[in-house]
């Protein structure tokens, strides 16, 4: 088991990282830390793409005569599917800081269980 452990590295760090970001999400009550959280997750998932789309003694899809076979190349997908992850999870990062921020400004606390408990306060005394 360990010699598979070794053999498949960056899979195990992919799998340490997501189950560490998962942790912090489920477990954290900040919600920096939340969102710290979700960006491990997705860091795992990113070095999952990518440590399983790479394949040793292979070169870049990129032609500059007449193609080879295709064995000779790798796949270019997950590298792709990786770029438009990681926009996708800037885009969602900036949305969640700016909305912790209006959360902040609003109730004067990140943490969720306070925030909760006086957004109900706030709407009984309506």
């Keep these: 088991m360990i010699k598979g452990i070794l053999n498949n590295y960056e899979e195990a760090v992919a799998v340490i990282l997501f189950v560490a970001g998962l942790g912090m999400l489920l477990f954290r009550r900040n919600l920096i830390m939340k969102l710290i959280g979700m960006n491990i997750m997705d860091t795992g998932c990113f070095l999952f793409l990518a440590s399983m789309g790479y394949i040793s003694g292979r070169k870049a899809p990129i032609l ?61 005394d309506r």
Excluded: C, W
């Excluded at 500059?64 to 990681?86: C, M």
């Excluded at 999870?89 to 006086?118: C, E, K, N, P």
């Design 64 to 124: 500059t005569a007449l193609p080879a076979q295709g064995t000779d190349y790798v796949n270019p997908v997950p590298a792709g599917l990786v770029l438009t992850g990681i926009v996708v999870s800037v885009s969602v990062t900036a949305v969640m800081l700016s909305l912790s921020v209006r959360l902040y400004r609003r109730y004067h606390t990140l943490d969720i269980d306070a925030i909760y408990a006086l957004s109900k306060h706030k709407l009984e």
